[in-house]
């Protein structure tokens, strides 16, 4: 495959926009599960996809806030990778690079890339569920425990349940952040998509758009995925282990 990365790293250090798309799979050398790998204890019995919605927090808020207070707790504990270093590296050799995310954690923002664009929100971005959606500081909660309920805490501004700053199943993106990804893979010259499984809609669109537009789009995922489809290249390896090799030197 090393004749695969060089001509993927050919192709970054030729480019002069780049977006670098990533998923669960960027943080997983990190330690922080996958979105599907987290469900333990008193969630195990649910699909993350059912968990992660409007319903399951309003039928049991202790449930949901608990699974998120865990997962960011986490996330807290976890390090940026070398894959994360990498993209902190890849923006400051390509002035035209745009980090796009799914994730929740914080991993890229503290290896040093500086605004990554959370299509999926963040764990870190509380806030309440009233009129005024309040951005909502963390309770001294006492650490979270695998699979235990917890009680979201109330809005001081308004006293409604704080809610996780996540998109859940069924809502709608943060339409700038969607309408900035989308124009960032419709005009760049190489999408780099890393460690998603791309079937999360609609933000699996964005390499598909990348493809439409003619950029290469560069696939780093050890298992194959609905994206090899409209990849140029498909590296098949690890975030941490792909992503140094491909940073213009
Ligand atoms: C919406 C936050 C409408 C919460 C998440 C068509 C169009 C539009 C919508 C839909 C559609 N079809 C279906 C839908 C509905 C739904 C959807 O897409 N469902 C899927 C299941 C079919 N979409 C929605 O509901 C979206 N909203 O459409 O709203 C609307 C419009 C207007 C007004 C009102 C409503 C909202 C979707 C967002 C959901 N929230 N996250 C939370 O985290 O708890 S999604 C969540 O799952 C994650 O954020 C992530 O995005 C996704 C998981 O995907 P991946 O990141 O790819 O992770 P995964 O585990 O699947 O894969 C990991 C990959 O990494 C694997 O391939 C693995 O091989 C690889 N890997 C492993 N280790 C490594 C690695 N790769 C590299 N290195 C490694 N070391």
Do not use: K
């Not at 902190?88 to 923002?109: F, I, K, R, S, Y």
């Not at 780093?220 to 090899?228: C, E, G, I, S, Y």
């Amino acid at each position: 495959m090393t004749g695969a990365i060089e001509a993927a790293a050919a192709l970054v250090a030729g480019a002069h926009s780049v977006v670098v798309f990533t998923g669960a799979g960027m943080s997983a050398e990190s330690g922080v599960p996958t979105f599907r790998d987290d469900l333990t204890g008193l969630w195990a019995r649910f699909d993350a996809e059912r968990l992660a919605t409007p319903e399951a927090f309003h039928a049991d808020p202790d449930l949901v806030w608990g699974w998120y207070e865990w997962r960011r707790s986490r996330a807290r504990r976890a390090e940026p990778n070398a894959g994360h270093r990498a993209v902190a590296a890849l923006e400051a050799a390509v002035p035209g690079t745009t980090v796009v995310t799914q994730n929740v954690d914080d991993l890229h923002e503290r290896a040093g890339s500086a605004a990554p664009n959370h299509l999926h929100g963040s764990l870190f971005a509380p806030r309440c569920i009233g009129a005024g959606a309040h951005p909502a500081v963390f309770p001294d909660a006492e650490e979270p425990q695998e699979g235990r309920r917890l009680a979201p805490p109330r809005c001081d501004a308004c006293g409604a349940l704080v809610r996780p700053g996540v998109v859940w199943f069924g809502e709608a993106l943060p339409e700038e952040a969607l309408r900035a990804a989308v124009a960032a893979a419709a005009s760049c010259d190489v999408l780099l998509t890393v460690g998603t499984s791309g079937v999360v809609y609609p933000a699996a669109e964005i390499p598909r758009i990348a493809a439409r537009a003619g950029a290469a789009v560069v696939q780093v995922n050890p298992d194959p995925t609905p994206l090899d489809a409209v990849s140029t290249l498909n590296l098949r390896g690890t975030a941490a282990t792909i992503l140094p090799a491909l940073v213009p030197v």
